[in-house]
């Protein structure tokens, strides 16, 4: 493909909307033609976002101004709920929705944990959830892609081999996931500040995480059988990056060396996902600002169980770097079209 493709940005004043201006502008076939942001139309990108100053970058606009007709790829990274009422109206374009709102395949369940009936239920069974190693054969001329999640993600990444060959079992998942501050948006939130978050870590979202039913939506698929987990996320003094870890139980007849085979065997040929060398714990300066992910599984010091590490960048493979992912396979365009860069250190 050589004609460029005109690409629009929604929420480009959030922090996954700027990583994601960030990527494409090192994308040799992304044109960005217009950049969304309600509370901010009007404005240069250049006032919202000072590192982006040098780049001729169009102005800020209203996400309803857009003339859709004139886009090729859409990417939206807006609030749950505003994400499916816009992007529901966008007609013969592709969608790489970074929201929620079309990662569950239920609106009964999307219900029940946003407080929101589901804006446009009739999109829900045609959007491909996007877990890009796990969603290769859905992706090729995809409409609607639903981008997984930073937790969910990195989760995934980590589970969803054990769990596809029987390597682990489905029931008392426990799963404890660390956070930087930029995961939870750019809005201004007392708990966000400088004083609040440094020096310290503390747990949140105890016991009804909205992540929670997409982890088990997607680690049920994999089971076979519904999947009920044990997620705990944290918020810690970083601005980027993601680790989970992941205590689960050996099936019957797996070890340690069976589990290892399975995940070094799925992930080989990936791009993006790596397997560390035995003994080696994930860490998340190993892939900060990038698209990788790095895993490991440790036999816990109780017999019979395992944990299982993974560590993203959640503004990254967590987010905008999983939409430009996505994107380049469902327009067939090579998969590491644009996001080759390696980690940043330190």
Sequence with gaps: MSKPLRTAILGASGYTGADLVRLALGHPQLEITALAANSKAGQPMSAIWPHLSYVDLPVLTTAEAIDYAAIDV?????????????????????????????????????????DVPHPAPHLLEGAVYG???????????????????????????????????GQIGPERITINALSGVSGAGRGLKEANLFAEVAEAVHPYGLGHHRHMPEIEQQLSIAAGQSV????????????????????????????????????????????????????????TRMVRGSNHCVVNVFADRIPGRLIVIAAIDNLVKGSSGQAIQNMNLALGLPETMGLEAAPLFP
């Design 74 to 114: 859409v990417f939206g990274c807006l609030p749950h709920a505003a994400s499916a009422s816009l992007l529901s109206t966008i007609p013969d374009t592709t969608i790489i929705d970074l929201s929620a709102d079309f990662r569950l395949k239920s609106a009964e369940t999307y219900a029940d944990w946003y």
């Design 131 to 165: 877990l890009t190693e796990f969603a290769r054969e859905a992706l090729p001329g995809a409409r609607l892609i639903a981008c997984p999640g930073c937790y969910p993600t990195a989760v995934l990444l980590a589970l969803y081999p054990l769990l596809e060959a």
């Design 228 to 283: 009920v987990v044990s997620f705990t996320p944290h918020l810690v003094p970083m601005n980027r990056g993601e680790l989970v870890t992941c205590l689960v139980e050996l099936a019957p007849g797996q070890s340690l060396a069976t589990a290892r085979e399975v995940l070094a065997a799925r992930y080989a040929d990936e791009p993006f996902v790596h397997l560390l060398p035995e003994g080696k714990p994930p860490a």
